[in-house]
């Protein structure tokens, strides 16, 4: 299985200001994503990251707020914009081979005041 | 649209069996996975099984597959305290074939 880094583990920001937060995979893989699980709850995906084109969101996600970056097979960002305390959650990333599997990262745990 | 639900909690005691239960909705399933969360860890692949599958063993681990009554479990058998953990379950979105459902997870506490 492929190992996945993300950065940061955690933070603490103020409402008003913006985070990226960075995922990286050993190997390249076909598929990349973003979820969301908030305090808890379970997960709910954000977007597929592309490579080389725009992500693609799902219903009540938009790319004002989440842009997402993939610039290449092993890398992709997440960037939480204008953060509210209602942001405050785990951010995973997952990447999948184009079969069955699907590998999560450690997360980021974001806490915004 | 799919739903995927589970029960909330589980308390077993160490060395005995315990069986995590999921429903869900969508019959045109591909996969059904299980996947394990520790305390301030991400989620790891614990197992997953294919549709036209009844049951599959992993060591410890069984997970059985109803399609009828849309019911999957997770039987961990020998049950250590290290066991503790949110166990969610998963699907493959039927209309995404790699969009996964998941489940509320189920917190498991392994008693002394």
């Known amino acids: ?113 | 649209g799919e739903d995927v639900e589970q029960s909330l909690f589980l308390s077993v005691r160490e060395g005995d069996s315990s069986v995590i239960n999921c429903t869900y909705t969508d019959s045109s399933s591909t996969y059904l996975y299980w996947y394990k969360q520790e305390p301030g860890a991400g989620l790891q692949l614990l197992t997953y099984i294919f549709s036209n599958m009844d049951m599959k063993q992993d060591q410890r681990l069984t997970v059985l597959l109803n399609k009828k009554d849309k019911h999957l479990s997770l039987r961990i058998a020998d049950t250590q305290t290290g066991d503790s953990a949110i166990y969610f379950c998963a699907e493959r979105d039927r209309d995404s074939s790699y969009k996964l459902i998941f489940g509320s997870g189920t917190r498991l506490l392994v008693r002394p």
């Open chain 1, 1 to 113: 299985s492929a190992v996945i880094s993300q950065k940061p583990s955690r933070d603490i920001c103020q409402r008003g200001t913006s985070l990226t937060i960075q995922c990286q995979v050993d190997s390249q893989v076909t598929m990349m994503f973003w979820y969301r699980q908030q305090p808890g709850q379970s997960l709910t995906l954000i977007a597929t990251a592309n490579q080389g084109s725009e992500a693609t969101y799902e219903s009540g996600f938009v790319i004002d707020k989440f842009p997402i970056s993939r610039p290449n097979l092993t890398f992709s960002t997440l960037t939480v914009s204008n953060m509210s305390p209602e942001d405050s959650s785990i951010y995973l990333c997952s990447v999948g081979d184009g079969g069955e599997t699907q590998y999560f990262g450690p997360g980021t745990r974001l806490l915004v005041l």
